[in-house]
């Protein structure tokens, strides 16, 4: 894995927010690579409630200041960067006031979903892939982790498909267990649509639930990781009917060994 890419990109990561399964093992395996000698890089979106002088964020003037369109809306990006302690990772924050200002991550303070969660994630994703190409830092592998940054598989099979820089790197996507209820807007799909994304790729989308979510994840993904010990029948079930590699659970201390040789074997 020595000099080997590998950008992970996560709804949540340590120690920015809180430990749960997606913020640990966004931690989790980067750290795996970068004690092998991997490059790492980690793209997450910057949530009003991360404290930026505790972490010392900054923000990135030469990446910052392009707008990206969505929904026919120019939004401005902003990039933070901050280095995990102790670890030499970069992590790069995807910022924008409209969006991610707001002191929490997914829903308000009575548990509903922001409204414009759909939006969030489509700026998350061109985000990540409009960064990158500023850097000029091409991944061999992306690892994709949380359902905020699940569209951006589909984005790169698409939106940015004749874009010949990532004609070769492959996208590993984690499944969790759901993490909301109900739907994201139903216009999302238009909202897919307006960016000219292929009707068979985005029909899932009629019903953006977070299992259809997941489906669209796996479609657009070449290998699965199942980072959870129980995930839901539907998901299983679909993952197996995908044939696609998968690395199924695996315990915490036989998780590098087994990770490193899915990277190897199975996916670069």
Do not use: C
Not at 11 to 22: D, H, I, K, T
Not at 108 to 123: H, K, P, Q, T
Not at 161 to 175: C, Y
Not at 186 to 214: C, G, H, R, T, W
């Amino acid at each position: 894995m020595t000099d080997k890419r590998i950008l992970y990109v996560s709804s949540e990561v340590v120690p920015y927010l809180a430990e749960n399964e997606v913020s640990l093992q966004s931690y989790e395996l980067p750290k795996i690579i970068n004690e092998v000698g991997g490059q790492i890089r980690i793209f997450m979106p910057r949530y009003g409630n991360i404290n930026e002088r505790r972490h010392q964020l900054h923000e990135v003037i030469r990446l910052s200041g392009m707008n990206l369109v969505v929904n026919d809306m120019d939004m401005p990006l902003i990039i933070k960067v901050a280095s995990i302690p102790k670890e030499r990772i970069q992590v790069y924050f995807i910022d924008n006031d409209d969006y991610f200002k707001r002191k929490a991550t997914f829903s308000d303070e009575e548990g509903v979903l922001y409204s414009d969660n759909d939006e969030r994630a489509i700026f998350f994703a061109k985000g990540v892939v409009e960064t990158i190409k500023k850097l000029n830092w091409v991944p061999d592998v992306i690892h994709v982790h949380g359902w905020l940054a699940s569209l951006l598989p589909i984005y790169l099979k698409n939106y940015y498909k004749n874009e010949g820089i990532f004609g070769d790197t492959k996208i590993i996507s984690s499944i969790y267990n759901q993490s909301f209820e109900g739907f994201l807007d139903l216009e999302l799909i238009n909202k897919l649509a307006f960016d000219n994304l292929p009707m068979e790729a985005i029909e899932v989308f009629k019903e953006p639930s977070y299992e259809n979510m997941m489906k669209s994840l796996i479609d657009h993904s070449d290998a699965i990781m199942i980072p959870v010990s129980s995930l839901s029948e539907d998901l299983t079930n679909y993952i197996h009917t995908s044939k696609k590699p998968f690395l199924p659970f695996t315990p915490k201390d036989k998780l590098k060994e087994a990770y490193l040789d899915f990277i190897k074997k199975e996916v670069l």
